[in-house]
């Protein structure tokens, strides 16, 4: 799968849409090995959207080798764990570090836990979204449920005592899958390369199709965020 291809064509189509998104939300998964030539790739391909964008690490990026090839973001934080708030939308952004670095799955501990509901709590009555890269609840597809997101049920509790998120945007499956969670609404976004296989069999085999490839397009109307797809070529 020419990956690097796929995402230029992505670009090109988040570029020409009308009207134009705001910004664009990288959910992990910027490299595959996490080496320094990945990240020098990708940012020169990132740096031709015409919006600002942000990424957050997956299970397959190194954040100290992100944070080098990434140090014009001033959105970064420069040590600890790769997450922020950005406050300078009409919906607030908090961008989530689920990454374990050396393992598939991803986890929101007592830290990263406790950081999140401080900036909630600073912020009530202003509308959220949270992005992240492990999904937090199973999909089906058996090989990916068990990379999920783990302590899940103790997020879930802190979502539900903050009415003001409004949406969960998750990557990682490559699949657009959406779930009610919680009081919330979470959704995986498509794969704007390869896709995850939709295969709900017990057991069934890790696996990827090349399907029509998309991105997830968020509308804010003023009091809810309405999820698109948007279908690329």
């Known amino acids: 799968v020419d990956t690097c291809l796929y995402l230029e064509q992505c670009i090109h189509h988040i570029n020409l849409l009308s009207p134009r998104p705001n910004v664009v939300l990288v959910t992990g998964d910027i490299a595959d090995f996490g080496r320094p030539e990945e990240y020098q790739q990708i940012s020169l391909l990132l740096n031709q959207l015409t919006m600002p964008y942000f990424v957050i690490p997956g299970n397959h990026d190194l954040p100290d080798a992100m944070r080098v090839e990434f140090s014009n973001h001033n959105y970064l934080p420069a040590d600890g764990f790769v997450q922020y708030v950005i406050e300078d939308y009409p919906v607030r952004m908090i961008g989530l570090d689920t990454q374990v670095i050396g393992k598939p799955y991803g986890l929101m501990c007592e830290e990263r836990l406790d950081w999140l509901e401080r900036q909630l709590l600073a912020q009530p009555d202003k509308p959220t979204l949270l992005f992240m890269h492990h999904p937090p609840f199973k999909t089906g597809i058996e090989h990916m449920d068990v990379q999920n997101c783990r302590n899940a049920d103790a997020l879930g509790s802190l979502v539900e005592q903050h009415p003001q998120i409004k949406y969960i945007l998750c990557g990682h499956v490559h699949r657009q899958i959406e779930v009610a969670w919680h009081g919330t609404i ?11 296989a939709l295969d709900l069999n017990p057991k ?3 696996a990827f199709r090349l399907e029509p490839r ?5 509308h804010w109307n003023g009091a809810d965020l309405i999820g698109h797809v948007s279908f690329i070529g």
Not at 214 to 218: N, Q
């Open 214 to 218: 998309a991105i997830k397009l968020l």
């Open 186 to 196: 979470v959704a995986i976004g498509p794969g704007p390369g390869h896709s995850v």
């Open 204 to 206: 069934g085999p890790s």
